[in-house]
């Protein structure tokens, strides 16, 4: 666009105008050309940390990837230590914080968007809803104990620390689902009250339907960060050293985050690598969970309005 | 679709209530909670890998919440077991009688607090009197403000964070227990951090548990500490460190045991195991893991001591 500027100020203006103007465009155009590299630039260098930080843990972590490394319990021989008690945990607390958190932030959102009156308090509440999802989630951990483990008395179960986990998403969750949500167009919703359609049958069989990839993306990108956090289980008093399964919901439990920080605590370099081989284990979960949140909006794209 | 999904989110909603409803199970099972200092948790660890091998009903747990934090579980009865790195203080003691918690102490290893400087360093000892200079205040910046015939550039200072038991045995020993102690230095919870800025600094100085330098030999220097103008300097060995001559800075490292925990023999089983374990030299379990075992007779006194205490009335 600058070049055909160029060109007609160049046919209208005397010469050394038109020079001048040149010049003008070819500063810009060398700014331009500038920030293009400077973006670049920045791209290559976010690309370049994340490999190098997944090639580090790679070299340092793929040679302790053993089938004994998911069958056996923690131990104070680096050769013989596995994560079994930590994945067995990890899934426990995954089901149980998404059976927790899904449903209350689901309907949450559909409260807010659908139901809610334009009033005050629910703007309050709106409000108070982002505010609680950029909380720091230690935050969250010291709400767990003082009221799961101690007021409650759930104890250091996977109850108390799944609950915990729930309350950090919830507010996530309810964010997501009401963008989904609010991405529906009104005409959907017109279309159904027009065909007589009563308020909760125009939710939950056109909005809902409609927002599902949606809430489901959010859902998986916040249950993903879940099983990565760390802060809140360990101010609850999340275990280090399990060497059982947990059977119900009232067991005392590990999760993979909390052994990796604890092996790469110690001491001893072999428990470094075996940190770092259980971040390999973490990372390929939480791709595959992003994996399935791409695919599920992939698929159900094809009926979007 | 969608109906399948909303009735299993009703299912599942419906579940996740009724669970939380239910009152706090009192499970059957035989369990030992520990929690309590990191730098306990190694020989505890070890203790609970080998009695859940053989005892597959009872099932041992062991958390690391720093001494402290410990100490507070321990006596809120929330934990039978507290490892610690230091005795309980007065403070904690006052708690102990408010909540009508009796305890017993047992020391369970030595550990000797390195401190350490870079393998680069000039510097191979420090006295006691000069190791309280560096820390007592932040006044002191470079070494020439210790020595005035050592080097005129700045000293960096590592060590665990305050409230670490390492850290407080430390101060006591160093400072005295009511002394000042200075803000400014690097702290880490993390033991390796410590090791890491050591290590990449000719300047630095940090003190941390045996285990870290002597898993981190090579790149580390452990400096000798004289107790004081006319005794030799020291080096942390093995040997200085379990027969004492490691002074000031050896200490004996405990577990702390709940009266009412007594109760349940499973816990009486553990405890039993534990010093039974310990007093196993050809095991070697305290040495694997980084410790300086006390001597036999100081284990049949605990294990004395302890069956004394679970026999006492309450």
Redesign the interface.
Known sequence: MSGTLAKESMAAKPVIQSTKASRRVSRRKLFDRCFYRLCQFTVLLALMSLVTLIGHILYEGISWLKIDFFLNFTSRFAEQAGIKAAIFGSVWVLFLTSAFAVPLGVSAAIFLEEYAPKKKWVEWVQINIGNLAGMPSIVYGLVGLAVFVRYFNFERSLLAGSLTLGLLILPIIIISSQEAIKAVPLSLREAAYALGARKWQVVFGQVLPASLPGILTGVILSISRAIGETAPLIVIGALSFVAFTPVSIWDEFTVLPIQIYNWASKPQEEFHHLAAAAIIVLLVLLFFMNFIAIYLRQKYQRYKL | ??RK??KI??V??L??LS??TKP??Q?SKQ?V?I?GS?TV??I???M??EF?KLNKKT???????GTGGGFK?FLAG?IDINDASRSIKSKEQKVAQENGVKYLELPVAYDGISVVVNPGSFLTSLTVAQLKQIWESDSVKTWKDVNPEWPDRAIKLYGPGTDSGTFDYFKEVIVGKKGSFRSNFTKSE???ML?KGVAGDKDALGFFGF??Y???KSKLKALAIAKDQTAPPVVPTRVTIQDGSYAPLSRPIFIYVNKKATAKPWVNEFVNFYFEKAMDTAAG?IK???YIPLNKNEYQKSLDDYKAFSKAEM
């Open positions: 679709m969608f999904v909303s989110l009703l599942i909603s579940m996740s669970s939380c706090s199970g499970s369990k909670k929690d990191s948790y190694p505890t660890e070890a609970a890998e859940s099932m041992v747990t062991v958390g690391v919440s579980k929330e993390d033991d390796n090791v285990a870290y002597e898993a981190n379990i694997q893991v980084g």
